[in-house]
């Protein structure tokens, strides 16, 4: 019996924490879940598209597969600004729709206790985020809602 | 359910339709023809038979009763032969038959949907009952020796059975061994095996078990066609174990018969024997020469778009490793070699990836004899169809996108197209008998289908008129040629009729027809004289997977334009440039006028060509739309993999922006296929 309580306060931990993987946008921390990242590529040719928003920065050819990217700058009403070497691109896969995203630099992969994150004041509010959480080292790190993001 | 039954019913129903599809087409051929072949009995009593086995045992119960009681009518008709009906049993006989398998096929469909199955069957059954009995009663008038149900010899009454082969084997199994059915069913399946033929009854032993009481009581009647089969069947019956007695009994009523027209018995051995080869599906493919076993299986279509995307992928990925910049100026002679190799193989395996996925347009155009029947009847005009080319191979999705329009089309020929009254035929100095010609034919990269009729053609100025009432005309209407007005009737809301008859004229017609065929990469036009006919014209490209392309770059961007579209390339200055009153461009080429759209401005783009005389000018056409395009330069002709755009881009309505898909260059980059009749309407849109 107490062994099993035990087992069960393991989970009940584990399920806390989940590993997100933090990146910066317009001096902004982001997390996104490592559950939706396929992986991170840098130096990619993307082939614009007419006709779309200025976000849609246009398609790449990842491997055979036509992927969309997506500027976050732009997204989030921000000014473009020159890709430079540390730009990368994360490749999310969300509700198996896959999408690239444009993000100035990627930072690390880490554990976050997600219990502790909390709602972000709403006259705060950004577009396409929706909890935050503020680390040990004292950075702010907003959660990306991935629904929003194919939400168009 | 489980798998198991899941697999089941896909074979089932595959098996199923692919039957009653021959069927229809067998149904249709013997009605042109006035009666059935004694193939087509066979055939219909097999397949009956085959369907009723396979629908016991899914039990599909309305299934098995129809068919079992369309296999009986068979039976019947299988033993008296096709010339002892007359003209107007016939002619019910095939109705019947049409009926039958219009009930079978709702069936079918109702379990593809899972739905419920008609229970209700009774007054259908008896309306097939009722036509045996019919036809039964005047059988026996005229041939008073054949009888369905007689029960032969000295057997006990109770058992039914129907045959009228001369050697009868009355078999009782020891009593209280139980199971009769089964062991009776072994005893067929080991007589089969010896390469017997023969007739059993109760014939449902292997899926009745209620059988067994019979059989215990009245015994297990094997009948044969010669002694000597007889014989042979007795030698396996001494070998086989529980069984008790065995009595062979000559069957009166044949014998009876033999002596009045001995002529006629050597006539109907023959048929039976391969009739009874008949009754047991596996054994029939074998016996009858004209059903050679081909061997084919059936594959799910998602698998063979797989392969041919894979198969896509590597084409790309070899002319990526092929063309790699870090080989050039490099001599590697071994390499080029193995390098041509590999180029010749990846190009049969796309070959062969493609012909998988390719079939003849047969399915779709036997389907259209059908609709011509039945409107021939309902509308009382006479028309004959005529069918050419229906072994042209299209790819598999093409086939299935063109059937409803096609059906469409010949719906409005016979309709519309072919006169009410037969004297206005024959005043034009026309056959009393209409035609309508459907044709497929393989011209290069795509294939044409044509359906034309020789009716009263299409009035111009009707149209034209009925256009103008809809308020459907953009134009002054003496401006209108007759391109475009027979174009008019394509448009959404048009219906010339009327009336809204059963079959056509809904107003939904030929707009869902062009929108259809355009949905594929076709292309339809229409031609009619008035009094002569009129002929609809679908332009289908042969498969959606890859496309002959034309590479154009416009600031440094490459884009695809299928070859199909393109009619003519031109260099052109500023001084050819005619402006029109609102400041839109235009250009004159072989005596025409058309319209310049500037891709670069169309698609906002910042770099690319704005002097006329600088870039290239190319005349594209797509369905009714006709105009010129200007781009940078030409880079050349390709064959590109189509890749559909990432559905999340559907968000931004793209393809109404006129790009139809994009593919992988052979350098790893992407180009966009730009789609000309969609290019058209987004420009108008803006300017």
Known sequence: MSDTAVVNNIEEVQEETARFLTFTSDNLVFGVSTDNVIEIITNYMIRPLPMVPDYIRGVINLRGQIIPVMDMRLRLGKPFMEYTSSTCIIILEIDSIRIGIVVDSVLQVQNINTSLASPIPIENRQELTNFMLSLDDGTVVLFLDCEAIIRA | ?687
């Open chain 2, 1 to 687: 359910m489980d798998n198991t039954t899941d697999s089941l019913l896909e074979t089932f129903l595959f098996e199923t339709n692919s039957l009653l599809e021959q069927l229809d087409e067998r149904l249709i051929n013997a009605e042109k023809a006035g009666s059935f072949t004694e193939d087509d009995v066979n055939e219909i009593f097999r397949s009956m038979h085959t369907i009723k086995g396979s629908s016991a045992m899914l039990e599909f119960h309305s299934l098995m009763e129809v068919s079992h009681h369309i296999e009986d009518l068979f039976f019947y008709i299988r033993e008296n032969g096709m010339d002892a009906l007359d003209d107007e049993q016939k002619s019910d006989l095939f109705d019947l038959m049409f009926k039958s398998m219009d009930r079978l096929r709702d069936d079918i469909v109702r379990v593809e949907n899972s739905q419920p199955l008609d229970a209700d069957i009774t007054d259908f059954i008896n309306e097939i009952n009722g036509f045996l009995k019919r036809i039964q009663k005047a059988g026996e008038a005229g041939v008073s020796a054949s009888s369905l149900t007689a029960s032969g010899g000295n057997l006990s009454p109770g058992i039914q059975y129907k045959t009228d082969a001369p050697y009868l084997l009355q078999v009782f199994f020891e009593p209280d061994c139980g199971m009769e059915n089964l062991r009776s069913f072994m005893l067929v399946t080991a007589l089969e095996e010896k390469d017997l033929s023969f007739q059993f009854f109760p014939e449902d032993v292997e899926t009745n078990s209620q059988t067994k009481t019979i059989i215990a009581e009245n015994g297990f009647i094997l009948a044969f066609a010669s002694q000597e089969d007889a014989e042979s069947a007795i030698r396996v019956l001494k070998n086989t174990s529980n069984i008790h007695t065995y009595e062979l009994i000559p069957n009166a009523t044949e014998a009876q018969k033999s002596e009045t027209s001995p002529t006629d018995t050597e006539h109907e051995k023959s048929p039976q024997t391969a009739a009874a080869a008949g009754t047991q599906p596996s054994g029939a493919s074998a016996t009858l020469p004209s059903h050679a076993k081909q061997s084919l299986i059936s594959v799910n279509l998602s698998k063979l778009d797989k392969l041919m995307a894979v198969v896509g992928e590597i084409v790309i990925t070899e002319s990526m490793v092929i063309a790699s910049p870090e080989l050039q100026n490099v001599k590697l002679d071994n390499f080029l070699k193995s390098a041509r190799q590999l180029r010749k193989l990846t190009d049969d395996l796309q070959d062969i990836a493609m012909s998988l996925r390719i079939v003849s347009v047969s399915s779709v155009f036997q389907k259209m004899n059908r609709i011509v029947r039945d409107m021939k009847k309902t509308l009382n005009k006479d028309v004959r169809l005529t069918i050419i080319g229906e072994d042209t191979e299209v790819d598999k999705t093409i086939v299935d996108s063109i059937s409803d329009p096609i059906m469409h089309i010949v719906r409005n020929s016979m309709d519309h197209g072919i006169e009410d009254d037969v004297q206005d035929r024959l005043d034009a100095g026309k056959d009393a008998q209409a035609e309508i010609i459907l044709t497929a034919k393989h011209t290069g990269s795509e294939v044409i289908i044509s359906v034309e009729d020789d009716g009263k053609g299409m009035d111009t100025a009707a149209i034209l008129a009925k256009a103008n009432r809809a308020g459907l005309l953009t134009k002054p209407e003496e401006e209108y040629s007759r391109k475009e007005i027979l174009s008019l009737l394509m448009l959404p809301g048009f219906s010339t009729n009327s009336e809204v008859t059963e079959f056509s004229g809904r107003g939904v017609g030929l707009d869902v027809v062009r929108k259809n065929v355009e949905a594929i990469g076709g292309v339809i036009s229409i031609t009619s004289e008035k009094g002569k006919g009129s002929c609809t014209t679908l332009k289908l490209p042969l498969t959606l997977a890859i496309v002959d392309g034309m590479e154009i770059s416009i600031g440094g961007n490459i884009f695809t334009i299928p070859i199909a579209n393109i009619r003519q390339s031109f260099k052109a200055t500023n001084e050819d440039i005619i402006l029109d009153a609102s400041g839109h461009e235009i250009i004159k080429c072989m005596d025409e006028f058309f319209p310049i759209v500037r891709i670069r401005d169309l698609f906002q783009m910042q770099d690319g060509f704005t002097d006329l005389s600088e870039g290239i000018i190319m005349w594209v056409e797509a369905s009714d739309k006709s105009y010129c395009i200007f781009v940078d330069q030409l880079i050349g002709e390709q064959q590109v993999v189509v890749k559909p755009f990432p559905p999340y881009l559907n968000n931004f309505n793209i393809k109404r922006s006129g790009i139809s898909g994009c593919t992988v260059l052979g350098d790893g980059n992407i180009s966009i296929i730009l789609d000309v009749a969609n290019m058209y309407t987004a420009a108008q849109e803006m300017f």
